[in-house]
């Protein structure tokens, strides 16, 4: 085999093996370089590590934390994946922003936050505004199912203004146009619930600003 022969196959499996970590197509910007934690800040004193292309988060002070982008986003598409390994929920926060520290629960967060539950039937995807009004939109039933515990699940996310859509694992979650938002922009963020356990994945973030 000549020498051009021999890099071609080289060259295709390379391709293979890094396509999740390639935008998925132009005007998309990765937020997380697969090797440290640069563009992000860590609010609070819970664990946050990169590990093997991933970022981990895991329960240490048994309090919320945040690990949210240094820049703000107001209208976007976002597709992540994430694994959960062990109970107690997590999520990912839309046009947000870190509003104090309580010695008891650490940070306080205001935004909207995307569901992460490791179980079936626990409302990933679902909306949830923190500092506010809670449940917002619920997903559909057969958005409750699409989970795939223990494995990565992908997560896409379109806000446009007020009008905000998830999908997992390419299932649509909710369809909701919120009649009251608090913000119109805000920091992206990445949740450790409180309460200890929690130990969640994510790798290959990227966004698409409209």
Not at 142 to 169: C, F, M, Y
Not at 172 to 188: L, R, Y
Request: charged share 20%; glycine share 14%; hydrophobic share 35%.
């Amino acid at each position: 085999m000549n020498g051009i022969g021999a890099i071609l196959p080289a060259l295709l499996f390379l391709g293979i093996a890094g396509a999740a970590r390639v935008p998925p197509s132009s005007g998309w910007v990765s937020l997380f370089n697969g090797k440290d934690l640069t563009g992000w800040k860590n609010n609070g004193a819970e664990k946050w590590v990169v590990e093997q292309g991933t970022i981990l988060c895991e329960s240490a002070a048994n309090k919320y934390g945040y690990l949210t982008t240094e820049k703000t986003y107001r209208d976007f598409n976002l597709r992540l994946k994430f694994k959960g390994e062990a109970a107690g929920n997590s999520g990912v926060f839309l046009h947000s922003r870190i509003t104090g520290s309580n010695p008891e629960h650490g940070p306080d967060i205001e935004g909207i936050q995307v569901e992460v539950d490791p179980s079936v039937g626990k409302h990933t995807g679902g909306l949830y505004e923190s500092g506010g009004r809670g449940w917002v939109k619920m997903p559909t039933a057969e958005g409750e199912q699409a989970l795939k515990p223990g494995e990565w699940n992908d997560l896409e996310v379109s806000v446009q203004g007020a009008h905000i859509v998830t999908r997992l694992n390419g299932v649509t979650i909710v369809d909701f146009t919120d009649e009251a938002p608090k913000f119109a922009d805000g920091v992206i963020g990445l949740q450790i619930h409180t309460g200890g356990g929690v130990r969640m994945r994510w790798k290959d973030i990227f966004i698409q600003e409209k």
